[in-house]
């Protein structure tokens, strides 16, 4: 993996607040689009025709070009091609692609939350925990982990036909962004903490139950709504 995302992922799946996703077996298929889809075709629909996606793809993959010089965005572009690649030899083919698309959630939303600290709490993070939590850190994870889970949401929903609405990736989303901005709130209140404070909120609270979370969604059927729920199962 991209040496940023190595850096920040160690942050994702850590937090899990009171929220299950409980599946209901009423599954609606549709045939995919593309089965004979590639990564690079996949890489080269976002980048290239822009136009077609949503405003907020559109202004991620701006940013991404204007903010990375060419052998960053080869860094992501090759990490793409590995996870095609694993994908290509596993038995099942999606399980792959949804850790993947996992990660890159929680990458880009931890780093997201963080970056919207203020500049005191962030410095006090940044001296305690090192250079890997620099502005430019947290940027390169942000828009890294947004462009990797566009582009392998799309080409899951393509070649396969893994997308559909209230479906398992919706579940993940809303339970990975009440967890980064609940890690980021409690980063805040411990700031005036020393940096062990700093360890235990963002690397051991709730991620044995976050994990099970994880297992649980990568065997949901495609296009199964998955909505959250308060009651734990």
């Known amino acids: 993996m991209g040496k940023g995302i190595i850096v920040i992922l160690a942050f994702g799946a850590i937090v899990l607040m009171t929220y299950s996703c409980r599946v209901l077996y009423h599954i609606n298929r549709l045939k995919p689009t593309a089965p004979g889809l590639t990564i690079q075709e996949a890489w080269d629909y976002w980048w290239y025709n822009k136009d077609q996606l949503s405003e907020t793809n ?16 080869e860094k992501i572009r090759e990490e793409l091609y590995e996870i095609e690649e694993v994908s290509n030899k596993a038995a099942e083919p999606l399980i792959p692609l949804r850790k993947a698309i996992m990660d890159a959630v929680d990458t880009s939303f931890i780093n997201e939350a963080i970056l919207n ?25 942000y828009l890294t982990g947004n462009i990797m889970s566009g582009i392998l949401r799309w ?15 919706t579940c993940y989303i809303e339970v990975s962004k009440e967890n980064a901005n609940n890690t980021a709130q409690m980063l805040k209140e411990h700031a005036a903490n020393e940096g062990a404070q700093f360890h ?9 139950a976050m994990e099970q979370l994880r297992e649980k969604l990568l065997k949901v059927p495609i ?10 199962e």
């Open 117 to 141: 600290l203020d500049e005191k709490v962030k410095k006090k993070i940044q001296n305690t925990l090192g250079d890997q939590f620099s502005d430019d850190m947290l940027v390169w994870g």
């Open 155 to 169: 080409y899951s929903w393509q070649k396969y036909g893994d997308a559909s609405e209230d479906d398992w990736y």
């Open 200 to 208: 235990a909120i963002l690397y051991k609270p709730w991620k044995q």
């Open 223 to 232: 296009q199964t709504p998955v909505p959250k729920s308060t009651n734990e």
């Open 58 to 73: 559109q202004r991620i993959v701006d940013l991404v070009q204007r903010k990375f010089d060419p052998s960053a965005i």
